[in-house]
């Protein structure tokens, strides 16, 4: 039962547009979410995260979006550049399990020049 | 900057052997975690542990693996006998705090270690 998903599994972007990875998850106890880069023959690298109190947080070129209703979160990349490209992972985590991360199964962006 | 270190990066194994993984995490971080991708995937956690104690190993295949980690800095996470299925990559990640409500408590990953059982 996969509790955080990213049905995408990849997606193909122009440079300097938007990118828009999704995520969906459906334990409703998740109270943190994350998304991280990784780049091939790499450990995930961490991108940015949201609470559940918030609805947006946004860093730089990179915004995550959170809708509690829908158990939905997404992060664009505004504007999308070649160094973009690289796998996506969504994570959520609960407050009572400590720093426990459920991943979702990654999306691979490419940016095209 | 202070990276987690894995090693060996590679490793090819036949099944029934042992293997053995090692971690350092950053200086100071008292999480460490234990993950395992397999291709196509994302990671899931095996095995966590407060500096030398597991939290949580409810998802580590306790017949064939094991973790430690006997000091609190390093560790091992060791598979035996291997099994074609182990084939993944092997990602050790470490984080400074448990996470409390409204802290960050971000984990940060070594490269990993891609096992292949032939």
């Known amino acids: 039962d996969q509790q955080v998903k990213q049905n995408s599994p990849s997606l193909s972007v122009q440079e300097g547009r938007i990118s828009i990875l999704n995520c969906d998850y459906t334990n409703s106890m998740f109270d943190y979410f994350l998304w991280y880069k990784k780049y091939p023959a790499e450990g995930p690298t961490f991108l940015i995260s949201?609470?559940?109190?918030?609805d947006k947080n946004e860093d730089g070129r990179f915004t995550v979006f959170l809708n509690k209703s829908a158990k939905h979160l997404s992060l664009h990349i505004v504007p999308s550049q070649p160094g973009d490209s690289a796998v996506y992972f969504c994570a959520a985590s609960r407050n009572n399990a400590g720093n426990m991360l459920t991943f979702g199964g990654g999306t691979r962006l490419m940016v095209k020049p | 900057e202070a990276e987690v270190a894995q090693s060996p990066r590679y490793k090819i194994t036949e099944k029934s052997q042992a293997v053995a993984f090692w971690c350092d995490p950053i200086s100071g971080h008292a999480t460490l975690y234990w993950y395992r991708q397999i291709l196509g995937q994302g990671p899931e956690l095996l095995v966590q542990f407060q500096d030398e104690s597991v939290v949580d190993d409810s998802q580590l295949p306790k017949d064939r693996f094991s973790a430690e980690r006997l000091k609190g800095v390093d560790s091992t996470l060791k598979i035996q006998p291997a099994e074609l299925g182990d084939s993944a990559m092997y990602l050790c990640a470490s984080s400074s705090q448990i996470r409390t409500s409204g802290g960050a408590g971000s984990q940060y990953f070594g490269p990993g270690t891609r096992l292949l059982v032939l």
């Open positions: 949201i609470s559940s109190i918030k």
